[in-house]
């Protein structure tokens, strides 16, 4: 195992915990894989380096919600524009993340999140008619890719936006995750053309994707037995905690 000589073992138990909590926190929520570890592993080691972390795990996450949704085709066929304008415009996001320090690109990360947590937990309810936002959908693709690329974020416009639609449940759920998995494979071209998805990352990705299976199972489990809303509030409480101390840490406050 010398690929993994590069990682202390407290770095190593860092990450282990943390793609564990956010497959726990999948697996009862539902809530996003990499909303949950991006910030735990951006505060331990800098955005820059998190991301890699989180690509592998996060796409096979994704890929076994969409397997298991049917209306694959039919989602694809009504969101492809918005889909392909996220994976192009990563690339630009990532070209900004390359220009400017971890810390700033970390604080935007943490105001990406609170934005995400303040929406979910408004709960708020708007709707829009597809027949005039259709033609605006490559511009809230474009935008997604963007922040995606810059911060490692996939939720924000799209989630928001998805949900105004009012869409039934498999539709939403094949729609967003095809623009995760999308946009994931764009930044694991981007990442290793800037050098930064590395053989010893790519191991303990690949490491890492049995306790996202481990994390995910006992998350199912639980959510039989508890109140998945309550868990759900409270977890976005503390991304928006993480968040939080992403821009106190790039502000030299924390």
């Known amino acids: 195992m010398f690929l993994l000589e590069s990682f202390?073992?407290?770095?190593?138990?860092?990450?282990?915990?943390a793609y564990f909590i956010a497959a726990l926190v999948k697996g009862v929520t539902g809530l996003g894989?990499?909303?949950?570890?991006?910030?735990?592993?951006?505060?331990?080691?800098?955005?820059?380096?998190?991301?890699?972390?989180?690509?592998?795990?996060?796409?096979?996450?994704?890929?076994?919600?969409?397997?298991?949704?049917?209306?694959?085709?039919?989602?694809?066929?009504?969101?492809w524009p918005m889909i392909l304008s996220a994976a192009a415009s990563v690339f630009a996001g990532l070209w900004v993340l390359t220009q400017i320090r971890s810390e700033s690109a970390a604080a935007v990360l943490g105001a990406v999140l609170m934005i995400y947590v303040a929406f979910?937990?408004?709960?708020?309810?708007?709707?829009?008619?597809?027949?005039?936002?259709?033609?605006?959908?490559?511009?809230i693709g474009a935008a997604t890719g963007f922040v995606n690329g810059l911060t490692g974020s996939q939720v924000m416009p799209v989630i928001p936006y998805l949900l105004s639609l009012d869409l039934p449940r498999e539709r939403f759920v094949q729609a967003s995750n095809q623009s995760f998995t999308l946009s994931s494979a764009a930044m694991f071209v981007g990442l290793g053309a800037a050098g930064l998805m590395t053989v010893q990352v790519v191991a303990i990705s690949a490491l890492g994707l049995v306790l996202v299976a481990l994390g995910v199972n006992i998350g199912q489990r639980i959510s039989r037995r508890l109140?998945?809303?309550?868990?759900?509030?409270?977890?976005?409480?503390?991304?928006?905690?993480?968040?939080?101390?992403?821009?106190?840490?790039?502000?030299?406050?924390?």
């Not at 202390?8 to 915990?17: F, N």
């Not at 331990?44 to 694959?72: D, Y």
């Not at 977890?235 to 928006?240: M, S």
């Open 8 to 17: 202390s073992p407290t770095q190593l138990a860092t990450i282990a915990a």
């Open 33 to 79: 894989y990499s909303s949950t570890c991006l910030p735990i592993l951006t505060l331990a080691f800098g955005l820059k380096e998190a991301l890699p972390l989180v690509l592998i795990p996060s796409v096979a996450s994704n890929l076994v919600v969409m397997v298991s949704t049917p209306g694959f085709r039919a989602s694809v066929w009504r969101f």
């Open 120 to 139: 979910a937990l408004a709960n708020a309810r708007f709707r829009l008619t597809e027949a005039r936002t259709r033609k605006f959908e490559p511009a």
């Open 227 to 254: 109140a998945p809303q309550a868990f759900r509030t409270a977890v976005l409480i503390v991304l928006a905690a993480l968040g939080l101390g992403l821009i106190l840490r790039a502000a030299g406050w924390l």
